[in-house]
C-alpha cells in the first residue's frame, strides 16, 4: 500500500472556486471510479491544494488512473475546467505510511 501526496499551485484568486470543484466534482467522481481519498487539504497561502490518495498497488493505480483520466467525463467536463483554476505545476510523492502512521 502506498499513497499519493498531491501538490497543485491554484491561480491567484480561485483557491474557494477549486476547493468546491474538487469536493463538489472532482473527489465524487474519483470516488465513483474507485479511488481512496485520504483527505484534502488547503495550505496556508492562497495558491496551495495537498490532497492524498491510497492505492493497494501499482497494479491497482494503473487500472484506476486509466479509468478517471482516459474517461469521456475526465476529457470533456473535468479538466477543461481544471485547466481554468489550477497552474500546470503539480507535485507528486509517492510515500509509505510508517508501522505507527494513523493513516496506514
Known amino acids: 500500500m502506498f499513497y499519493e501526496l498531491r501538490r497543485y499551485k491554484i491561480a491567484d484568486g480561485k483557491m474557494d472556486d477549486w476547493v468546491r470543484f ?6 465524487p467522481f474519483q470516488i465513483a471510479q474507485g479511488m481512496v481519498i ?4 488547503r495550505g496556508e497561502d492562497e495558491t496551495t491544494y495537498v490532497w492524498l490518495r491510497r492505492f493497494a498497488s501499482e497494479a491497482e493505480r494503473e487500472k484506476l488512473y486509466a479509468k478517471v483520466y482516459q474517461s469521456e467525463k475526465w476529457r ?22 510508517t508501522p505507527h502512521s494513523v493513516i496506514s
Open 22 to 27: 474538487m469536493e463538489e466534482v472532482i473527489i
Open 38 to 41: 485520504a483527505g484534502s487539504f
Open 76 to 97: 470533456n467536463e473535468i479538466a477543461p475546467r481544471v485547466a481554468e483554476l489550477m497552474l500546470p505545476d503539480i507535485d507528486v510523492t509517492r510515500i509509505v505510511p
